[in-house]
């Protein structure tokens, strides 16, 4: 074998392999392969990547690996599996089961070797022919060669299931020698054909030589020494991205405390920078997410240095003085730096306590759901190309019946694979569609959302920014995005993974599906605030019977959830169909003293509490409720409840106007006053716009002073 090394060494250093490119909006992208892409990770693996990283391109990544195929055995289904796709890219994996495993055994008889010589030659034919088929059958693809994965040949496995038997139980020695061979001629084949080619039999093989060195038993196979597990994907994976010269930049962002401005706002956008109390706060908009890898490639990170090529999410902060200092994104503790380390740059990529972490493992755990369903139709395509060169497969009825009367084994791999092709060829097409369409949807999960963070002493309590007065009029709601506010929903925090809140067509559309609000990023005092809306339809699993729900909480503080995990402590302007214009103390705590909330009315008597200017005087403290001048004494809260004037038909757009003006507010709706308040306590805040529940539009949100 010593030729064969010294024909492998030499591929390996004459293939200056062109450097790869990065996929682009609207590519798609076909891996084309053997088992260890039909049931493999490493695409999904790819998809995570390029989902977080630019979480708006629409890039298809498809699955067309078949389990037992070959470079020969793939030519009938370029078709269908590559083909059909309309690839911009088609990235190839074939050699496992090209090699001729049977002929590797420790002491190999004369045929065995001809044998391994005849599938060397086999594969050198082959390979070209599939890559020139594809090139004919997919005009202008860019073709990417991976080369094979190492077969491990000299593992002594401890995980061998009882009972099994077969090939997967033999270890074929010297096989792995054989793979090399092809892994330089597909390096070499790259070259010449000055197409983008992967190297993965050379890293995986060194990386399992350094843990072997320590342990006989370490695999990074399953125990057929055949095919990666999850690490081995993973390295993989990053193989490929790093081919392709993948950005590393998740966001890079400096943030100068003394001067209170960002100096560096790489691939994110920084907002509302505010120094106080010997620490900064500011809001951080990043255009991607941290990259997303499965627990079991933790230990290879920092040996293939991926948070550095692959996933740098940087936060620097200058300016502050010597000392401790704990970082909160979105009100959470997620690490304590001291100021000069914070002047270096903290990495955050990995760091499992950020809120855009649990984001990102959101979106690995849904596309995980996703690859599996794939795998799952690429094993109805592998028993159709299995049993297609012999029986009518096209046709499903004549097929099955073929089945039934000719194959004994109906336990063999493929044959189990026969009644789900059955039942999913008529509409293969449809449910391929229905993937895509999920894979997108699924897009949304990655999408960035504005973090707020804070970097503070040690021990210090968390100031929040001075209220701000509206210097003129402002478009609180642009009419695109949500802009000025963020999300926080019960339970999930600051992510919308079921698109509670979705802006479309100018309207933003609030389903009510959870319990939830959107809430601006500033403070304010002393203005106007207008709000158009409407209510829609019952969320879909709302419990349908009380009257439709929604409402304006004003001079919002604390913390996000702060009542029942849903809401800050603030005052309501109730919106609900039949008793628009209520004011509810939205806090939970009514014995405490002193109250966080208090408000001064009028009402007529203290058991309808209807607001009558020259009534009752009444003060609500921690929970209390003053009903609007329209209120019904028999309303109902229920489903089906009438619309009480000035509430427009159910439908129809509604103006509601809330006036803070000091320590007073005024609640308007369509033109009429509804409920004055005075005395609030406190006077400004955050607002925010609830999800109770009902379908609920909103065309405009305007903010304007007040004197």
């Known amino acids: 074998m010593d030729t064969k090394k010294a024909f492998l060494a030499a591929a390996l250093s004459a293939a200056a392999i062109a450097p790869g490119e990065v996929f682009r909006d609207g590519d798609v992208v076909v891996f084309f392969g053997d088992s260890i892409t039909h049931g493999g990770y490493y695409h999904e693996y790819i998809t995570d990547y390029y989902r977080t990283r630019f979480p708006e391109a629409r890039i298809r990544f498809v699955n067309s690996g078949i389990g037992g195929d070959t470079a020969s055995g793939a030519m009938p289904r370029v078709g269908v599996d590559v083909a059909e796709y309309s690839p911009t890219h088609v990235a190839f994996h074939f050699g496992m089961n090209d090699v001729g495993r049977g002929n590797y055994v420790a002491a190999p008889s004369a045929r065995q070797l001809e044998g391994a010589e005849a599938a060397q030659e086999r594969y050198r034919r082959n390979l070209p022919e599939l890559v020139d088929m594809v090139k004919k059958a997919a005009p202008g693809a860019k073709m990417i060669y991976m080369t094979p994965t190492p077969y491990d040949d000299t593992a002594v496995p401890t995980n061998i299931p009882k009972g099994a038997k077969g090939w997967a139980t033999v270890n074929q020695k010297g096989c792995n020698t054989g793979l090399s061979l092809m892994a330089g001629y597909v390096l070499a084949s790259a070259k010449k054909d000055g197409a983008a080619a992967v190297d993965w039999f050379t890293p995986l093989n060194d990386f399992l030589m350094r843990r072997r060195a320590n342990d006989p038993h370490y695999m990074i196979t399953r125990w057929d020494r055949v095919h990666p597990g999850p690490l081995g994907h993973s390295i993989m ?245 949500l802009s000025n506010w963020y999300v926080y929903i019960k339970g999930r925090g600051r992510e919308d993974p079921r698109g509670v809140f979705t802006v479309k067509d100018g309207v933003l559309h609030i389903s009510g599906a959870e319990l939830g609000c959107i809430t601006t990023e500033k403070l304010w005092r002393d203005y106007r605030l207008t709000v158009e809306y409407r209510f829609t339809q019952g969320a879909p699993d709302a419990p349908g019977k009380n009257a439709p729900d929604s409402g304006i909480l004003y001079h919002s503080h604390g913390a996000d959830g702060s009542w029942h995990g849903i809401w800050m402590k603030s005052f309501e302007y109730n919106v609900i169909v039949g008793k628009t214009g209520d004011m509810i103390v939205v806090v939970s705590d009514k014995g405490k003293t002193p109250p966080d909330y208090r408000v001064d009315s009028e009402v007529d008597d203290m058991k309808t509490r209807r607001w009558t200017p020259g009534g009752q005087k009444v003060t609500l403290l921690n929970g209390g409720r003053v009903n609007s001048c329209v209120d019904r004494p028999e309303w109902r809260n229920v489903l089906d409840e009438k619309i009480t004037p000035p509430e427009r038909p159910y439908g129809e757009w509604n103006t509601a106007v809330l006036e803070c003006r000091g320590d007073t507010s005024a609640h308007i709706l369509n033109g009429k006053p509804l409920a004055r308040f005075t005395g609030l306590s406190p006077a400004d805040g955050r607002i925010q716009i609830q999800s109770e529940g009902y379908g609920f539009d909103v065309r405009r949100i305007t903010i304007e002073p007040i004197d």
């Open 237 to 481: 994976a990053w193989r490929f991205l790093l081919s392709q010269g993948a950005p590393a930049v998740v966001s890079d962002v400096c943030v100068d405390a003394a001067a209170g401005r960002a100096v560096k706002s790489g691939n994110a956008e920084v907002s509302a920078v505010s120094a106080a109390g010997g620490g900064v706060s500011f809001t951080v908009l990043a255009k991607s997410l941290p990259f997303p890898v499965p627990p079991e490639a933790g230990e290879a990170l920092a040996e293939f240095k991926v948070e550095e090529r692959l996933n740098r999410e940087t936060l620097a902060v200058r300016g502050l003085a010597d000392g401790s200092y704990v970082l909160r994104i979105d009100g959470e503790e997620v690490g304590t730096w001291s100021a000069a380390e914070l002047a270096r740059g903290v990495g955050l990529g990995f760091n499992a306590k950020t809120p855009q972490y649990r984001q990102a493992q959101a979106f690995f755990r849904r596309n995980a759901e996703l690859a599996a369903f794939e795998r799952t139709l690429r094993g109805h395509h592998a028993a159709r190309w299995f049993y297609g060169k012999k029986a009518p497969v096209d046709d499903v009825d004549a097929f099955a019946k073929w089945f039934e009367k000719n194959v004994k084994d109906k336990n063999m791999i493929f044959a189990r694979n026969v009644p789900g092709y059955i039942a999913y060829w008529p509409t293969y097409k449809e449910t391929r569609a229905k993937l895509w369409a999920d894979q997108e949807a699924a897009r949304a999960l990655a999408k960035p959302v504005p973090r707020r963070y804070e970097v503070v002493p040690v021990g210090a309590v968390v100031a929040e920014p001075a209220a701000e007065k509206p210097a003129g009029r402002i478009e609180l709601f642009n009419g695109r995005d």
